[in-house]
């Protein structure tokens, strides 16, 4: 049997087998046997074939379903009940080990700036390395702002507080490679990434951000916990705008 939808959609999307071949660095024979005879490539040839033709490699290969949620699940490092349990240590060693990327979505984070003062420097420093450094912070004069202070109950402090990191983070924007934008979306969960870490955590209504949960996801190839959230920053940065 073929995998037509594999067929499909690198036709749809203007590719050719050669192309993908070269992509995901296989021979097109390879990549012809996967159509012709719906083999299942291996899981890092799945996820870059997927990822190249932006589909998910389920639609393109169900019967890896079980093996991606069981990858997926694999994702979870662990979960902290509220951000303050998150060790000192490990947002420290994330920040430094950092090499490609750092990517960080709030609305503030002002306490990440406030126990890491030399974290400015930090990026500056990856960024320069070549390292990816984006910043998306919550726009002090927008709505969304506003009403997320107010169900913390505090307030005009939430703005404020995003204003101050804004300021923080003013000598690092002038080096190439640290880009910092603002944004008005609605902020479901507060997002860091260091390289292949991801902490994420999520905001229950009525609660601030620091006495809410924290999930740790280390990312795995053929997973998509990760992605999905990397997804979701990226969404927001394509909403955000220039600082």
């Known amino acids: 049997m073929a995998n037509e939808r594999l067929r499909a959609t690198i036709s749809a999307k203007g590719e050719t087998v050669q192309s993908v071949a070269q992509h995901v660095g296989v021979d097109p024979k390879s990549v012809e046997r996967w159509i012709t005879t719906d083999r299942t490539p291996h899981r890092g040839h799945r996820w870059k074939a997927s990822s190249f033709l932006g589909v998910d490699e389920v639609y393109l290969w169900p019967a890896v379903t079980k093996q991606a949620e069981t990858a997926s699940t694999s994702e979870l490092v662990t979960y902290y009940p509220h951000r303050g349990a998150v060790p000192a240590t490990l947002w420290s060693s994330l920040i430094e080990q950092a090499s490609s990327h750092v990517e960080i979505l709030v609305y503030a984070g002002l306490f990440l700036f406030d126990s890491h003062p030399d974290l400015p420097d930090q990026l500056t420093d990856k960024a320069k390395a070549g390292a990816q450094v984006r910043v998306l912070l919550g726009d002090p004069e927008s709505d969304m702002v506003r009403q997320r202070g107010e169900e913390e109950g505090i307030g005009s402090d939430l703005a404020a507080r995003a204003r101050i990191t804004r300021r923080y983070l003013e000598p690092a924007t ?53 992605r999905h959230y990397m997804k979701s920053f990226d969404y927001a940065w394509e909403q955000g705008t220039p600082s």
Request: net charge neutral.
């Open 174 to 226: 002038r080096t190439p490679g640290v880009e910092v934008r603002l944004h008005d979306t609605i902020l479901y969960n507060s997002i860091y990434r260091f390289d292949d870490d991801v902490l994420v955590n999520p905001h229950v209504l009525g609660a601030p951000a620091g006495q809410n949960p924290v999930l740790h996801f280390r990312y795995i190839p053929g997973a998509r916990t990760f």
